[in-house]
């Protein structure tokens, strides 16, 4: 069977990243051509994107009228690990930017031009490459305007069948109240009653929740959350009336990319075999280069992350401070975000200067080895609807510590010191420092008391299989679902 994707999003990994949608973007892909589906992706080709590095060629070009004025359109394509991207280029919207978002005011006028374009270069594709996809694959709201744009295109026979599907990475970003805007591009009113209704039709992932064939999200527990006003965002009352299109389907990861068999900026390479005595080195190095002791028995727990208000760390700080006034264990963190958290970190890392240390911003070398090298993994998220670190973690055998929702609750099992011994971390439930802090004592006297049952939990953690197989296949079967809901057949 062969279907063509094209997935539409304003990130993908290597070119542009933020957050994990561009893990996703930048490794589904590759995982669905494995099964046969011929997947293509399209981006913005922002300033920042380095050419030469990805080998980004010119493609073609073409002339977009919008209402308010005529844009030359310039495709870029590049083929990595197998995948065509093609990457636009227009001027005033995608050219000289210097991070992938700016201000609010002027991404929402960007993305809904990317919506357009994205339409745009799929016509052009089915001329100049005799390609043309059978769905869009879009994600979150800044792409989100493609299936309404499908919607409006119903009439003409080229488009009447292209199915769409849309994939929720963050329910808390909308992209809201873009009508002002919408009305300037010409794009003619969202009057669909289940947006009217709710006054919903100037948000752009509403919209696209509402439009399009099949809705999905990142893993099957925060498919469940979303429905519920706690987790919902305002819009857990639309979702509820799409729950027959609605599927989770957990993300993966590049276990070729992530794996500390082969991963070049470790110190020791390791792996389920060989871990407890080649992943030591990789501890001491961490320990070494933070300028902390180097002692191989003192616990330490690691944390990769962007610092904001999602991430729960409101929750752990308060924690890690009387965690760290009072035990033998040590910190190191790497993230960046949010100025008030920002400073809270660096002000731990200077009070505990020879216990903890604080990276800010983001560093790749920096964040593998503390996978490498770490104990314990914390990621304490209020809401999270995958999560990346915990599996890297995982897989890098240190154990997560997180909160039960979301992809954390799927992809991490609970220790269970009884007769069971089973699990693969630790979970807490409460939104309280208290119960962050209880967790961490739990975990530090099985770490100190336990050795043989940590090594056994590292084992599974490392041995739990989170490549894409399993989840790209559910995805070519809800692709099915969304062509044979056009077509009345499914795809051959
Ligand atoms: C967003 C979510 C995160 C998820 C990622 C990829 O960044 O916050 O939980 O893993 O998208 O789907």
């Known amino acids: 069977m062969s279907i063509n994707v094209l ?46 590095k990805y080998h980004i060629e010119p493609a073609f070009s073409f002339e977009f009228t919008r209402r308010t004025g005529t844009t030359d359109v310039y495709v870029f394509k590049t083929v990595y690990d197998g995948i ?7 001027w005033p919207f995608f050219g000289d930017d210097r ?40 994600n979150d709201w800044h792409t989100g305007l493609v299936p309404f744009l499908l919607n409006e295109s119903r009439n003409d026979p080229v488009w009447a069948n292209v199915a769409s599907v849309l ?16 009305w300037e591009l010409g794009i003619p009113g969202r009057n669909h009653p289940d947006l009217v209704y709710r006054g919903l039709s100037d948000n752009l992932l509403a ?27 305002g819009l857990d009352g639309l979702i509820r009336t799409r729950i027959n299109d609605l599927h989770g389907i957990l993300n993966g990861l590049d276990t070729e990319l992530w794996n500390p068999e082969t991963d070049p900026l470790l110190v020791s390479n390791y792996n389920i075999e060989n871990f407890a005595e080649k992943r030591l080195p990789n501890k001491r190095q961490l320990q070494l280069d933070a300028g902390l002791e180097v002692r191989d028995n003192i616990p330490v727990i690691g944390i990769v992350s962007r610092l904001v208000e999602q991430k729960g760390f409101d929750l752990a700080l308060p ?35 020879w216990k903890a240390k604080v990276y800010q911003g983001y560093n790749a070398a920096i964040a593998q080895r503390i996978y490498a090298g770490s104990d314990i993994f914390l990621m304490p998220s209020h809401y999270e609807p995958c999560g990346i670190g915990q599996m890297i973690a995982m897989r890098y055998g240190s154990l997560p510590l997180v909160r039960e929702t979301g992809g954390l609750a799927d992809t991490v099992e609970n220790y269970d010191n009884g007769l069971a011994d089973q699990g693969t971390g630790f979970v807490f439930q409460w939104e309280q420092p208290s119960a962050v802090l209880g ?7 099985t770490y100190a008391n336990q050795p043989k049952a940590w090594q056994r939990m590292q084992k599974r953690a490392m041995e739990v299989d989170l490549s894409w197989d399993k989840s790209a296949q559910k995805y070519i079967d809800i692709y099915q679902k969304a062509i044979f809901k056009r077509r009345g057949e499914f795809a051959k």
């Open 319 to 353: 924690a890690l401070r009387l965690l760290l006034a009072d035990s033998e264990v040590q910190l190191i963190a790497l993230g960046s975000g949010d100025p008030k958290l920002d400073y809270e970190f660096w002000r731990l890392g200077k009070d505990f200067w």
């Open 84 to 90: 065509p991207f093609y990457l636009v280029r227009g």
């Open 207 to 233: 919209t696209a929740i509402v439009y399009s064939d099949i809705v999905s999200t990142v893993s099957p527990r925060y498919a469940t959350e979303i429905q519920y006003p706690y987790m919902g965002y």
């Open 439 to 445: 967790t961490l004592r739990w975990t530090l006297s």
């Open 167 to 182: 994939s929720i990475h963050n329910l808390a970003y909308q992209g809201d109240h873009v009508g002002g805007w919408l």
């Open 99 to 138: 991070t992938t978002y700016t201000t609010w005011d002027w991404d929402v006028p960007r993305f809904l031009f990317f919506n357009q374009v994205a339409m745009a270069v799929a016509w052009e594709l089915r001329g100049r490459e005799a390609w043309f996809p059978d769905v869009f694959h879009v």
């Open 7 to 52: 997935f539409t999003s304003a990130e993908a990994a290597p070119f542009a990243k933020v957050g994990g949608m561009a893990d996703v973007v930048g490794s589904l892909p590759t995982a669905l051509r494995r099964l046969g589906v011929d997947a293509r992706v399209i981006i913005p080709y922002y300033g920042f994107i380095d050419a030469e």
